[in-house]
């Protein structure tokens, strides 16, 4: 229905005694106005009509501003029904307990939360990148290569709190983020359906290495050499494997304080448990929301054997974050990542 149309219902239709109104106020008006001629009269009447109208658009205009106020559902359908109490919600830079993507999220260090405000940048004093020395190597295909060893706090975690929040989506342009499912997890390793085996083994096997590639080596050496042809008879039919058929995790056990490597079942060489790419899909849990990021470009162009000392000059990134609440109502935010020229990691959120 087209606004005048409903103008003119309103007033015809429901308010009945208008002539009296205008009456009335014509009256009072010319009882305090009687030196103004007829002329002014007309401009009267004309004006207790547009009161009339005024009071009409107003009561419209309100009601299209209430109704635009109704939290929308996820589909738009009937928002009306939708809770109108406001979702809230606060996002943190934090770190995990140790530097594995695909369990640290799990193991959240509460000391180390930094709340971020909006529109406001804020250094992150663990999410720091920094350029080693220049290493030559050569690649698969015989090619000689020389680049700068390029270090990132892989520890560095966002993360999102508040009541009623269901999942929150996230999509990076030139960083790759890392989420694992912690309650996915527990539940499939509960039902074993996850580990074909887990083997620990000293650090001294280890050293002060620490690194993926440094497991995986001692890992290769320890069962060539015999010490885990108990493992290999029980669990593998006494044959040599190789870890590219399998998925695997590795990290600390924190029953010993050694290494570990646990060997998943093939099916679970991708797990879904685990997500990593250009964008996640987090499910909130108890602890909150948390998810990983690396800033991928960022190394790639530092690690260069020419590349430029000043990290202000890496490229940033932008992650947009869609948080769904449990009524349907969903909320976007923007997430600015860069570095200074020590090379922390300032964060602001729009």
Not at 108 to 120: A, R, Y
Request: with cysteine.
């Amino acid at each position: 229905m087209k606004k005048n149309e409903f103008f003119k219902r309103v007033i015809d239709d429901n308010i009945a005694d208008k002539e009296r109104i205008l009456e009335n106020t014509l009256s009072n008006y010319n009882e305090n106005k009687k030196f103004r001629s007829g002329k002014y009269r007309k401009l009267s009447f004309r004006l207790a009509a547009a009161i009339l109208v005024f009071s009409v658009v107003l009561g419209y205009n309100l009601m299209d501003v209430s109704n635009s106020n109704v939290p929308k559902t996820a589909n738009n359908t009937n928002p009306a029904a939708v809770r109108t109490e406001k979702n809230s919600f606060k996002i943190f830079a934090c770190a995990a307990e140790n530097n594995n993507p695909a369990t640290a999220s799990s193991k959240i260090d509460e000391s180390k939360k930094i709340e971020l405000k909006f529109n406001t940048e804020k250094e992150v004093p663990y999410g720091k990148i920094s350029k080693g020395k220049l290493m030559s190597y050569v690649n698969e295909k015989g090619e000689k290569i020389k680049e700068h060893e390029v270090t990132f706090n892989s520890t560095f975690r966002l993360g999102w709190n508040g009541a009623n929040i269901k999942s929150v989506i996230c999509t990076s342009i030139n960083g790759e983020l890392n989420y694992f499912d912690v309650d996915m997890f527990k539940k499939m390793k509960d039902n074993g359906d996850i580990n074909i085996c887990k083997i620990v083994f000293p650090n001294s096997k280890v050293g002060t290495d620490l690194s993926q590639e440094n497991i995986i080596k001692t890992f290769y050496k320890m069962w060539k050499s015999g010490e885990l042809d108990e493992y290999k008879s029980k669990y593998f039919g006494g044959k040599d494997i190789d870890l590219k058929n399998y998925g695997y995790s590795y990290g600390t056990d924190y029953t010993t304080g050694n290494s570990y490597i646990a060997i998943h079942k093939p099916e679970q060489k991708t797990p879904p448990y685990f997500q990593s790419g250009l964008k996640v899909k987090a499910n909130s849990n108890k602890d909150g929301v948390f998810v990983g990021w690396v800033p991928v470009k960022a190394v790639d162009i530092l690690k260069k054997e020419n590349s430029s000392d000043n990290y202000e000059d890496l490229p940033s990134d932008t992650i947009t974050a869609d948080v769904e609440f449990e009524d349907g109502q969903i909320i976007t935010k923007t997430i600015n990542l860069s570095f200074n020229k020590e090379g922390y990691l300032i964060i602001e959120v729009k």
